[in-house]
């Protein structure tokens, strides 16, 4: 009677001995293996993923090495230094080991590798090899509609009258706490910017016209409706011939209140668009705070007027073609295809 299948069924342990033995101590049989399985028809990237190799590369110098030099070519060549501590997959298990975010230490990943027998040191060198330490980027939360969202003011604004104008509109606030960026400093010194005890701020309302780069703006106490339906009589009376204007916004709470809504209907010469949520990416005026919070990063004020002068001086230097190379509104998705390649047509 035929005898049932049997199968080898180590421990995670185990097989992590016979890996490194093969790579190891019995590497030159490893390597006769690989001219065998070369033989066989086998390519390098298959024999590397069948043996454990990280890279075919490895299979690749040892084929070419035998066709030289036959067997005698497949043991060790003299070299200079001690071995190379750590297995040959230490790499590809710190790899997958890092895939998976975390706070992850050199001691912490010493540990999550089982304790291998070499120093921290030289754990660290390994890590160097295959990771940098950096911070992770936190990403905004996506809206399920927002390709259905974008696809939707494209086709709007596609079918807008010649001349209308098109501006992109978002706020934010400015502190009298400092914003504090990294930058160069003189060895030995690390600068010491005060705080001023108590933080203040205030709001500014911006929008860009997405075709000359003109940009507006209103600096306030507090964003709230009122001010909101205030600085859209703004953007109204800058363009007066206008058949149209058009502003892109996000879905803050006073751009869709019942006082904006009811301002709204009172001048239908104004349309705002509100974009997908979670999606600030997508609104090139972003980019112009960007610009100006790095302009004053570091520096520290006794006042909040000193702080709101900063910002004038920051929009009175900046020219339109400097705003829309900042802003780039081409890579919105808001904006339909042909105004990437000429701007607004119709402005």
Not at 105 to 112: E, M, P, V, Y
Not at 134 to 149: E, F, G, M, Q, S
Not at 228 to 233: D, K, N, R, T
Not at 238 to 259: G, K, M, Q
Request: some cysteine.
């Amino acid at each position: 009677m035929r005898p049932a299948q049997t199968y080898a069924n180590p421990t995670d342990a185990e097989y992590q001995q016979l890996l490194t033995a093969l790579h190891h101590q019995w590497r030159v049989a490893m390597r006769t293996v690989m001219i065998l399985l070369s033989a066989d028809g086998m390519s390098p990237a298959e024999i590397a993923e069948l043996l454990h190799y990280d890279d075919p590369v490895t299979v690749r110098r040892w084929i070419r090495r035998h066709n030289a030099e036959g067997l005698a070519g497949l043991p060790d060549r003299p070299r200079s230094g001690r071995p190379r501590h750590g297995s040959t997959g230490l790499g590809r298990r710190i790899r997958v080991l890092l895939t998976t975010p975390k706070a992850w230490t050199t001691l912490r990943i010493w540990r999550a590798l089982d304790r291998p027998a070499i120093s921290l040191r030289t754990t660290y060198r390994r890590i160097r090899e295959h990771a940098n330490w950096r911070r992770p980027r936190l990403v905004a939360k996506t809206d399920p509609d927002h390709d259905t969202i974008c696809t939707r003011i494209r086709a709007h604004l596609r079918h807008l009258p010649a001349g209308t104008v098109m501006l992109a509109e978002d706020e934010t606030y400015l502190e009298l706490l400092a914003k504090v960026r990294a930058c160069w400093q003189p060895t030995g010194i690390r600068h010491r910017i005060p705080t001023p005890g108590r933080n203040q701020r205030r709001s500014i309302y911006g929008a860009i016209n997405l075709t000359t780069g003109v940009f507006h703006y209103h600096a306030c106490v507090k964003a709230v409706s009122e001010v909101f339906c205030y600085f859209l009589q703004q953007l109204l009376d800058a363009y007066p011939d206008a058949p149209a204007v058009v502003v892109l916004c996000d879905n803050d709470t006073t751009h869709t209140s019942r006082h904006t809504q009811a301002w709204l209907a009172q001048h239908p010469r104004l349309h705002l668009i509100t974009g997908a949520r979670y999606s600030p990416q997508d609104n090139p005026v972003e980019r112009i705070w960007a610009a100006l919070k790095h302009h004053i990063a570091n520096t520290a004020v006794t006042t909040l007027a000193d702080r709101l002068r900063q910002a004038h001086t920051f929009f009175r230097h900046r020219t339109s073609d400097q705003n829309l190379t900042t802003a780039a509104p081409w890579t919105s998705p808001w904006l339909p295809h042909e105004y990437r390649q000429n701007f607004w047509p119709g402005a």
